[in-house]
């Protein structure tokens, strides 16, 4: 069977999401180019590692140009994106590897999300399509699309269930056993 590529070459949307309620969230990646909508499901950390990538990659670019660059150094005004994900949302895979990289021709960000493998080497490398292989999402994304995307990514992160003051440890909204407590309820 042929690999499945699902290319998006500057989609109208491309965000991270989550369904379901703090502490029982699904977070996604979804992409969307007129009716056409692919949803991937990763682990949160994988989100946040990828919004702060997205960023520092594009700082790099802004700094290796000396400022002489079409990448924003933040999120455009107006470019924020509050809308939950477009519905049906449906699990095209899980996401295992990502790659991230820069392609300094078309001054696009490239973001991939693998499917997870057993063995790490059947992950081919950046915008590379062999016949056989993981199915992968591949987003094309201008500066300011890409800085959008982090933005979004990050606030999506941070928008769970706050810490406990002591243990860091999310908070219940019936409070939790607290360790750094000796186990009494706060």
């Known amino acids: ?17 989550t369904v379901g309620q703090p502490g029982e969230r699904q977070f996604y990646l ?50 924020d994106d509050l809308n939950p994900l477009d519905p049906p949302v449906t699990e095209e895979f899980r996401v295992g590897a990502m790659a991230l990289g820069w392609n300094g021709d ?13 063995d790490e080497e059947e992950v081919p490398d950046l915008e590379e399509d062999p016949d056989d292989g993981p199915p ?9 699309a890409a800085r959008a995307f982090a933005k979004r990514a990050m606030s999506v992160v ?9 243990c860091n440890l999310p908070l219940e909204p019936g409070g939790h056993i607290c360790p750094r ?6």
């Open 30 to 79: 979804q992409a969307r180019d007129g009716n056409r909508v692919v949803s991937v499901a990763l682990e949160k950390q994988q989100v946040q590692v990828l919004a702060e990538r997205v960023d520092g990659l594009l700082d790099e670019v802004v700094r290796r140009s000396g400022g002489e660059t079409t990448v924003p150094a933040t999120a455009p005004l107006g470019s």
């Open 106 to 118: 078309t001054e696009r960000v490239i973001i991939e999300a693998h499917e997870v493998v057993d």
């Open 1 to 17: 069977m042929a690999r499945q590529v699902f290319l998006f070459d500057q989609p109208d949307r491309f965000v991270a999401g």
């Open 181 to 186: 407590a000796n186990g009494y309820r706060r």
């Open 158 to 166: 941070s928008a769970g269930r706050p810490p406990c003051p002591f």
């Open 136 to 144: 992968v999402l591949r987003i094309r994304l201008t500066g300011a």
